[in-house]
């Protein structure tokens, strides 16, 4: 068990019985809108954190190369099947508290519908600004908990927790909504300047879902997200953001070279062998097997 827990997807059909059944057109449309309009043109090195089965991970297309985090290995395999092992992309396990890259090489990353799992935001968003370098861009959806639906069911009695207070709200096991204000407050306090703020999924009600066509929907969505800018009411929001200060690496070829060991820091790992890495200061070995490199638990 890792400290805090962390949500696994392990052998989950998470893809096939949520997004690839039809009805979830519509949230994945408005996804598509939000992240053109917030992604930068270029980029060399991405890193996607709860990257699951990659359905996003075509959208980065600006970019020479993606890494792929989840804490869960079959949802990469999935990815894997999804994007091919061209080089492009990197599949790594790992537990978000404990992320195994070297400071400051990444000059973008995402983090989507992932942050409501994290039972804590603040140290999951600190390992990653610890990653980016100066100047990179950081995309962050977050689940709303002052939203519309949240709101009027709280006025009419259905629902017994206040979405106007600063707390994030577990509604199930490690599922979080989180107040605005409280995760622009976190942002703030790691060094990143918030840019942009994006409201989404503001038609997320089963009757426009079932009488209007999806894509329909998202481009209705769409004209609306930019209103984000002035107050949060959407079930979904959408931070662009630029880490301040923090290290700056040169992005090397080798993707081996992109690791630190997650037990005690040091890098580079030692690559003499083809299926781990070993970590030449705590004797640590991590594997790398099948396209996807593992730094969940060590090997020994
Ligand atoms: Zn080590």
Redesign the pocket.
């Known amino acids: 068990m890792t400290q805090p827990p962390v949500c696994d997807y392990e052998g989950s059909d998470y893809q096939s019985s949520f997004w690839d059944r039809g009805d979830r057109a519509y949230e994945d449309g408005v996804e598509a809108v939000a992240l053109k309009r917030l992604l930068p043109k270029a980029g060399r090195l991405m890193l996607e954190l709860g990257a699951g089965t990659g359905r996003n991970t075509p959208r980065y297309v600006g970019f020479e190369r993606v890494v792929l985090v989840d804490y869960s290995r079959t949802q990469l395999q999935q990815a894997q099947a999804r994007l091919g092992n061209s080089g492009r992309y990197v599949f790594v396990a790992a537990d978000i508290y404990r992320l195994p890259f070297v400071d400051g090489v990444f000059d973008a990353a995402t983090m989507i519908r992932t942050l409501h799992h994290m039972a804590d935001a603040p140290k999951a968003l600190s390992q990653i600004k610890q990653a980016l370098q100066p100047g990179a861009t950081f995309i962050l959806e977050f689940a709303n908990k002052r939203n519309l639906k949240s709101i009027l069911r709280y006025w009419t009695g259905r629902q017994t927790w206040s979405p106007f207070t600063p707390e994030p709200v577990e509604f199930a096991a490690l599922n979080f909504d989180f107040h605005p204000q409280t995760v622009f407050g976190w942002l703030d306090e790691l060094g990143f300047k918030r840019e942009r703020i994006l409201t989404v999924s503001h038609f997320r009600m089963e009757f426009l879902k079932r009488t209007l066509p999806a894509s329909l929907l998202a481009r209705m969505d769409g004209f609306f997200q930019p209103t984000g800018a002035w107050f949060q009411l959407t079930p979904s929001v959408f931070v662009k953001a630029t880490a301040v200060g923090g290290t700056k690496r040169e992005i090397p070829a080798d993707p081996r070279l992109f690791f630190?060991?997650?037990?005690?820091?040091?890098s580079p790992?030692d690559n003499t062998r083809d299926d781990q890495l070993t970590?030449?200061?705590?004797?640590?070995k991590w594997g790398f097997k099948d396209g996807i490199y593992d730094f969940r638990e060590a090997i020994e």
């Open positions: 630190k060991c997650p037990a005690c820091g040091y790992l970590c030449p200061s705590c004797g640590k």
